[in-house]
C-alpha cells in the first residue's frame, strides 16, 4: 500500500482556478509607480500647526494622558503579580485607571463643533464663501443656475418647472 499517491492518483484534487471564479485583484496594482522598483505611498501634505488650537490641545492632553495610563497601570499590575508589592502596585493601578478615565472623559465630553474657524472674517463661524457653498446656504442650487426656494432639490429639475417656455 502506497500513502503516497502518485500524480496520477490524486484527480480529486484540483488546485488550479475554475474559468468561473472571477480574477483577483491586486490592491498594490494603484500604488505601483513605474518609475521606480517599489510601491509609491501617498504623503498627506498639511501641516499640523494649520489645526485650531483647541483641537490641537486636546489632543495632546489625551495622548498624554494615555501614554501615562499605559505606563502605570501595567506597571502596576506586574508589581502585584510578580513582586507581591500592593504598597506601589495598587496605587499605580489606581493611578493608570484614573488617567485612563481623564483621557476618556476629555474625549468623549470634546465637542468638536464648538471650535469655529472664522479666517474670512464675516462674524459666521465658518471659512467659506458663502456664494461657493451651496450647502451652508437657506436655498439648493441645481446645475442650470437657478435656485430651488422650497427646499426640496428635486422640485426644481430641469424642464419640471411646471410652466411653458416663452
Known amino acids: 500500500m502506497n500513502i503516497f499517491p502518485d500524480e496520477d492518483e490524486a484527480d480529486g484534487f484540483d488546485f488550479e482556478p475554475s474559468e468561473h471564479e472571477p480574477e483577483e485583484v491586486n490592491p498594490e496594482d494603484d500604488l505601483y509607480d513605474p518609475n521606480t522598483d517599489s510601491l509609491t505611498i501617498p504623503q498627506v501634505e498639511t501641516d499640523p500647526s494649520e489645526a485650531h488650537p483647541a483641537i490641537r490641545k486636546n489632543f495632546w492632553a489625551i495622548v498624554v494622558l494615555i501614554k501615562f495610563a499605559v505606563l502605570t497601570a501595567p506597571l502596576g499590575i506586574m508589581l502585584i503579580v510578580f513582586e507581591s508589592n500592593f504598597d506601589w502596585g495598587l496605587p499605580l ?11 476618556l472623559y476629555r474625549y468623549v465630553t470634546f465637542d468638536p463643533s464648538s471650535v469655529h474657524d472664522d479666517s474670512d472674517g464675516d462674524g459666521d463661524g465658518d471659512s467659506v464663501d458663502p456664494e461657493s457653498d451651496a450647502i451652508d446656504r437657506d436655498e439648493d442650487v441645481d446645475h442650470s443656475g437657478t435656485a430651488a426656494t422650497d427646499g ?14 416663452p
Open 93 to 103: 493601578v489606581i493611578i493608570g485607571g484614573f488617567l485612563a478615565a481623564s483621557a
Open 152 to 165: 426640496n432639490p428635486a422640485s426644481n429639475v430641469a424642464g419640471d418647472e411646471g410652466t411653458a417656455d
